[in-house]
Nanobody, 114 residues
Framework: QGQLAESGGGLAQAGGSLRLSCAAP????????VAWYRQPPGQQREFVASIATGGYTKYADSVKGRFTVSRDSAKNTAYMQMNDLKPEDTAVYFC????????WGQGTQVTVSS
């Protein structure tokens, strides 16, 4: 789909943690908003969290207090730390940059078992 590459997904138990990464070939995170979306099975893609160029973060109510977004421009990588995972967090997770570089990654599967 684009030039972003997500990684870090996998299988976790409820209450566990995972850290997703979103890598770019060059530094685009310092000049773009980085957002994370997810698509649960059989559902529409939904907003999860974002971090703006100035560091302002925004979270969906469903993940507030459990997920934390960050970025490391020196490594051309953005992250989403996911703690206290719940079965309803099961989804394919995507990262997206905008507005200067409108890019999506291919997605990474997160499965949380109860």
């Amino acid at each position: 789909q684009g030039q972003l590459a997500e990684s870090g997904g996998g299988l976790a138990q409820a209450g566990g943690s995972l850290r997703l990464s979103c890598a770019a070939p060059v530094d685009i995170f310092s000049v773009n908003l980085v957002a994370w979306y997810r698509q649960p099975p059989g559902q529409q893609r939904e907003f999860v969290a974002s971090i703006a160029t100035g560091g302002y973060t925004k979270y969906a109510d469903s993940v507030k207090g459990r997920f934390t977004v960050s970025r490391d421009s020196a490594k051309n990588t953005a992250y989403m730390q996911m703690n206290d995972l719940k079965p309803e967090d099961t989804a394919v997770y995507f990262c997206h940059t905008s507005p200067l570089d409108d890019l999506w990654g291919q997605g990474t599967q997160v499965t949380v078992s109860s």
